[in-house]
């Protein structure tokens, strides 16, 4: 079965210390999809990457980067030089090819940052 | 980029009432969309698959009569909780996948509707 854990379940911070968010996931699917999503105090979801599982390449976006590791089921996410604007939950996803092309999305429980002045 | 919009925002009301949820993907159509249900400080579950034209595919424990959905275009989908608890009160959210050939596009998810019932 397909499943995503997020151990951290808070992390708090200084501003402009750097961040790593831990994601692992089980699934039996050779093709699958990861994301991850901010959920800031309003609510809303805002997406952040999504990765394929054929793409190993870790990826930088600003002061946000991600580490995909096959070999250990991981996807952690880094905020390097965290802003109080940092401050969500954030959750990884993963998401499988279903014969129906639903693709569904499975949440982990996310993990709440805390970034402090 | 793609928008969902998501109404109303907010719901307060009595027990006993049924309450409709929008989601509208604004600058794309969707033939699928999602519906998840979020308690306070827990993750997001989904309910159910909407499927523009035919019926919601739900999730194990979820109560088709409780929450019936209704996908009648392919912009719109709506959520309606029937004869709502004080249990129901929840965060709802929806989200769309954009169809796109080439893989798995993210899904995009509305602002999300905060249902308390009194």
């Known amino acids: 079965a397909q499943k995503v854990t997020q151990a951290q379940t808070e992390i708090s911070v200084v501003e402009k210390e750097d961040v790593t968010l831990d994601c692992v996931y089980e699934?039996?699917?050779?093709?699958?999809?990861l994301f991850w999503y901010k959920q800031p105090p309003s609510g809303e979801l805002v997406f952040l990457i999504r990765?394929?599982?054929?793409?190993?390449q870790n990826e930088i976006s600003g002061r946000y980067s991600w580490n995909f590791q096959k070999s250990t089921s991981s996807f952690n996410f880094t905020i390097t030089a965290s802003q109080v604007v940092d401050s969500a939950v954030y959750f990884c996803?993963?998401?499988?090819?279903?014969?129906?092309?639903?693709?569904?999305?499975?949440f982990g429980s996310g993990t709440r940052l805390l970034v402090r002045p | 980029g793609a928008v969902v919009s998501q109404h109303p925002s907010r719901v307060i009301c009595k027990s006993g009432t049924s309450v409709k949820i929008e989601c509208r993907s604004l600058?794309?159509?969707?033939?699928?969309m999602f519906w998840y249900r979020q308690f306070p400080k827990q993750s997001l579950m989904l309910m159910a698959t909407?499927?523009?034209?035919?019926?919601?595919?739900?999730e194990q424990g979820v109560e088709k009569d409780k929450f019936l959905i209704n996908h009648a275009s392919l912009t719109l989908s709506t959520l309606t909780v029937t004869s709502a608890h004080p249990e129901d009160s929840s965060f709802y959210i929806c989200?769309?996948?954009?169809?796109?050939?080439?893989?798995?596009?993210?899904?995009?998810f509305g602002d999300g509707t905060r249902l308390s019932i009194l």
């Open positions: 989200s769309a996948r954009v169809p796109v050939q080439g893989g798995n596009q993210p899904q995009h």
């Open positions: 990765r394929n599982s054929f793409d190993e």
């Open positions: 600058d794309f159509q969707a033939t699928t």
């Open positions: 909407s499927n523009e034209g035919s019926k919601a595919t739900y």
């Open positions: 699934t039996r699917d050779t093709t699958y999809y």
């Open positions: 996803a993963l998401s499988e090819a279903y014969r129906d092309s639903s693709y569904k999305l499975i």
